[in-house]
């Protein structure tokens, strides 16, 4: 890899001589699915991807902050005393779940 960034004029990167590429690579391809970027990126082993290599930069945290997907609630909470109670049809067709 030394080699490589010498002969391309690159200066050598800090924390390594792969990694700080495998980050790039990581980091380039998080809008594709993660299995896809590990076998592209020749990772056997998921976690050691997401856990060393999966880092955002400010972009990513900004877009996350600022673009937040909305959950939509139908029919209010799901469980507890608040939930609100579905009226059976009076046709019986509730029988058949329809």
Not at 71 to 94: C, D, I, V, W, Y
């Amino acid at each position: 890899m030394e080699q490589a960034e010498d002969a391309a004029g690159l200066p050598k990167l800090v924390s390594g001589t792969c990694h700080p590429y495998r980050r790039k690579w990581r980091s380039e391809g998080s809008h594709h699915p993660i299995k896809a970027v590990a076998v592209a990126g020749a990772w056997t082993d998921f976690d050691t991807m997401l856990k060393c290599y999966d880092q955002p930069d400010d972009a990513d945290l900004l877009a996350v902050t600022s673009e937040p997907r909305k959950r939509r609630e139908t029919n209010g909470p799901r469980n507890g005393p608040s939930a609100p109670k579905k009226e059976e049809p009076e046709h019986g067709l509730h029988v058949l779940g329809l």
